[in-house]
């Protein structure tokens, strides 16, 4: 099997067929396609097991899971394909040779440099008119292309499933940005993604799709694992994550959301490393444990974080006592 394809679903009957559909009319045709019904209520059983019956390839699950992350991964461990990708039940690929080109395009590449391949993508209508192109870049990408900007839409790429599998898959935890998470652990050690300049995936704009109903959360989700990867957001005037935080929210968030993270940033790049110089002199003189050591910069950085008043107070003992 050259490529695993997981849908996720939930209550999405309206538009489920129109994703199936975009899939197994492909010119592709070495494929699978896992559909996982977290379930549904509506009539997305009633069509999942319809296409099920007249095509062999698709597999059809029914089961409770903890939200779309947890049902992704579920895919993941049924996936046998040597690539592996999924698509939202409401979105759907662009057209009927997008996945043959992706393909071909991978196969030439060294799996031990690129672990995955993507193409462009569009905005469609809930009736499923074109809206607008997704600005995707429009080269091969490495984990740095990540900390300014979503370089690529998700379902316009196709990954290595055994990389997928190496970094443990998706996060289960994370309900937004499971995406952009997974591919800066995929990237991470100096791999890359291919750029093929075709279009591959449309993205539906409804009014139930995470992309509109949790924009802001999106955002300030998006930028807190940037920060987690990055050590900070970059360039502020050339963020996308942050140009999307202020679009979506009011000035006072804005300016809250940075006076905190300006302070995170001093505790864990200024505050942190002054203390644990500061520990490490005091502990080599009392002990030589690296526990006792351990314990206290730990200590310490907690009580930080919890009590920005504490900052300046800090300062001064620091300079007081070394």
């Not at 009957?13 to 045709?29: L, M, R, W």
């Not at 292309?145 to 839409?153: A, G, I, K, M």
């Not at 139930?208 to 987690?228: D, G, H, M």
């Amino acid at each position: 099997m050259q490529l695993s394809i997981v849908i996720p679903t939930y209550n999405q009957g309206q538009f489920i067929a129109d994703c199936i559909e975009s899939i197994v009319n492909q010119s592709f045709k070495d494929l699978e396609v896992i559909i996982q019904d977290s379930m549904s209520s509506d009539e997305t059983e009633r069509i999942c097991k319809e296409y099920a019956k007249r095509d062999s390839r698709i597999q059809y699950f029914r089961e409770k899971d903890s939200g779309q992350s947890d049902a992704i991964n579920r895919g993941l461990k049924r996936s046998t394909g040597k690539y592996w990708t999924w698509i939202c039940s409401d979105d759907r690929f662009s057209n009927l040779t997008c996945l043959e080109k992706l393909v071909q395009a991978i196969e030439t590449k060294n799996p031990k440099e690129y672990v995955g391949v993507f193409g462009k993508a569009a905005f469609i209508s809930e009736a499923g008119d074109f809206v607008g192109n997704y600005q995707s870049l429009s080269k091969d990408l490495v984990v740095q292309d990540f900390q300014l900007t979503w370089p690529l839409s998700q379902p316009s790429s196709i990954l290595v499933c055994e990389r997928v599998k190496q970094v443990g898959g998706v996060v289960e935890s994370l309900h937004l940005g499971m995406d952009l998470d997974l591919f800066l652990k995929m990237l991470t050690g100096n791999y890359k993604f291919l750029f093929v300049d075709h279009l591959v995936a449309d993205v539906r704009m409804q009014d139930n799709s995470k992309s509109i109903k949790y924009r802001k959360a999106t955002a300030l989700n998006a930028l807190s694992l940037v920060i987690a990867y990055f050590g900070s957001i970059g360039d502020l005037k050339n963020s996308d994550y942050f140009k999307e935080l202020t679009y979506t929210s009011d000035t006072a968030e804005v300016r809250k959301y940075l006076s905190d993270y300006k302070f995170r940033y001093k505790i864990k790049f200024w505050i942190v490393p002054y203390f644990e110089k500061w520990v490490t002199i005091k502990t080599n003189l009392i002990s030589k444990g690296k526990l006792l050591k351990q314990r206290i910069v730990n200590k310490v950085a907690s009580i930080l974080v919890r009590f920005p008043k504490v900052y300046n107070l800090v300062r001064r003992i620091y300079k007081g006592l070394i």
